[in-house]
């Protein structure tokens, strides 16, 4: 299984964490990991290393500088956030999928079943986390058509013998300039903007739960969703916004999971 991270350097012991989760549910026998950095060094490459088995192999890729130059940023959105978008440009091009996964991700279940899924002729699979009235609302904001829907950049099933032929930096950069103060999320409005109509969107209470659409869904009637549910059925729980569950004044119902996976990686008492 092909798999993508881009990171910097503080984000190394959470990508472990992730990982591990990873290796306990993924079920894939052997992942190879392809890690977008810009500041990563041998230091921290032996320390990922270290966390995988045998089989496992994980490639840094260091991102030129300046391929991204101007393009917005801010402290919370770094200037990393672009490089998933660029990711079919700058992975080997005998890879034809890879799986794009944020770190704060919890894996429960099999990723196999998203991974080996037929892409129908999409660009990408990813989840949406907004109603019919946002949807409309981010049409307008960004310019799209009739229908798209806002994509959550945070779990990316990329087939990249198509994204090769379609993207292209400079059509990144001229949206990015063009749009620029209407940018809250700039690589999910980017993502959505240049490529939601080429996505296959999937069922986020599956591949995207967020503890907002937890509490939406466990509220709604006839949806039994309840924690149970969400460890028997989920594959990845993604900590969306802040806090998050390792922070201070983290309340969500999700954070069970983190801690529970968290417990696993820490040695018995003796």
Not at 176 to 196: C, M, N, S
Request: with cysteine.
């Amino acid at each position: 299984m092909n798999l993508l991270f881009s990171i910097n350097r503080k984000f190394v012991p959470l990508w472990g964490q992730c990982m591990a989760t990873i290796l306990r549910h993924g079920g894939a026998d052997r992942y190879d990991l392809y890690v977008l950095h810009s500041d990563l060094t041998e230091e921290d490459a032996a320390q990922m290393r270290a966390v995988l088995r045998p089989q496992d192999r994980c490639t840094l890729i260091s991102v030129p500088d300046g391929l991204f130059e101007g393009f917005p940023e801010t402290g919370r959105y770094p200037l990393q956030i672009y490089y998933r978008l660029a990711a079919p440009l700058l992975l080997p091009p005998e890879l034809d999928r890879i799986l794009y996964l944020d770190v704060d991700t919890v894996i429960l279940n099999s990723l196999m079943p998203l991974y080996t899924s037929d892409f129908g002729g999409a660009a990408f699979m990813a989840c949406s986390h907004t109603r019919k009235f946002m949807d409309r609302v981010n049409q307008a904001r960004l310019g799209l058509e009739e229908g798209v829907r806002y994509l959550n950049s945070g779990v990316l099933m990329m087939n990249l013998d198509l994204l090769r032929d379609l993207v292209r930096l400079e059509n990144i950069r001229d949206y990015a300039e063009k749009y620029r103060r209407r940018l809250i999320l700039p690589d999910q409005d980017i993502l959505t903007a240049l490529f939601g109509d080429r996505a296959l969107v999937l069922d986020s209470r599956i591949y995207n739960m967020t503890d907002r659409l937890y509490l939406r869904c466990s509220a709604t009637p006839g949806e039994k969703i309840s924690l149970d549910w969400v460890r028997r059925n989920t594959v990845v729980v993604h900590y969306l916004g802040k806090p998050k569950p390792w922070q201070k004044n983290y309340l969500g119902p999700l954070g069970v999971f983190y801690h529970e996976e968290l417990a696993q990686d820490q040695p018995a008492e003796g």
